[in-house]
């Protein structure tokens, strides 16, 4: 398929079909984007159709690609956290205190049924306010927590399912308290 992007003054994309037809307010859409964020793009129509498909962002030429990728930037809104400083309570709802890669902040979580496994070292975590941030590589989160200043290691050392950079967390209930397959 053949067709042209451009960014127009409002900063939207726009694609230009072959047949010459302008398709306003496109949205860049990733396949995975967590599990695999390279792979997999789709441009659709504000009403959900499919105007073009890519098997990768590699395989997207170098002139358009910037123009979707700052798209992606723009509408991809999703913080890491980077480590959880201070959690309210081991019920929930709790208010947890948090570095992200845009900075510090507090959610408040709802529930248990708002941390979701994406991968096996992959959390989602979706606030009261549906803000969602990502928790990679928990292990790293849980060595660099502040509560009561314990390490990774001593609370894994004596529990036969956890290993390290492979810990199956189920939930994390508060500072030092989590649960292991």
């Given at each position: 398929?053949?067709?042209?992007?451009?960014?127009?003054?409002?900063?939207?994309?726009?694609?230009?079909?072959?047949a010459g037809v302008r398709h306003a307010n496109v949205r860049p859409v990733r396949t995975?984007?967590?599990?695999d964020p390279d792979a997999g793009l789709s441009l659709m129509s504000p009403d959900g159709k499919e105007l073009a498909w890519f098997e990768s962002i590699?395989?997207?030429g170098e002139r358009y690609k910037e123009m979707i990728l700052q798209c992606l930037a723009q509408t991809e809104f999703m913080p890491t956290i980077l480590r959880i400083s201070?959690?309210?309570s081991f019920a929930t709802p709790s208010i947890w205190d948090i570095k992200t890669d845009r900075g510090d902040t507090r959610l408040k979580l709802k529930g248990e049924e708002d941390i979701r496994r994406i991968t096996r070292e992959t959390l989602l975590i979706?606030?009261?306010?549906?803000?969602q941030y990502l928790i990679e590589l928990m292990v790293i989160i849980l060595k660099h927590t502040q509560g009561n200043s314990s390490s990774i290691s001593?609370?894994?050392?004596?529990?036969?399912?956890?290993?390290?950079?492979?810990?199956?967390?189920?939930?994390i209930v508060g500072p030092k308290a989590f649960k292991c397959l």
């Open positions: 398929m053949t067709f042209q992007l451009e960014i127009d003054a409002y900063g939207t994309l726009n694609v230009i079909d072959e995975f984007p967590i599990s590699g395989a997207i201070k959690v309210s979706t606030d009261a306010h549906g803000i001593q609370l894994t050392k004596n529990h036969p399912n956890c290993h390290r950079l492979n810990m199956p967390i189920t939930r």
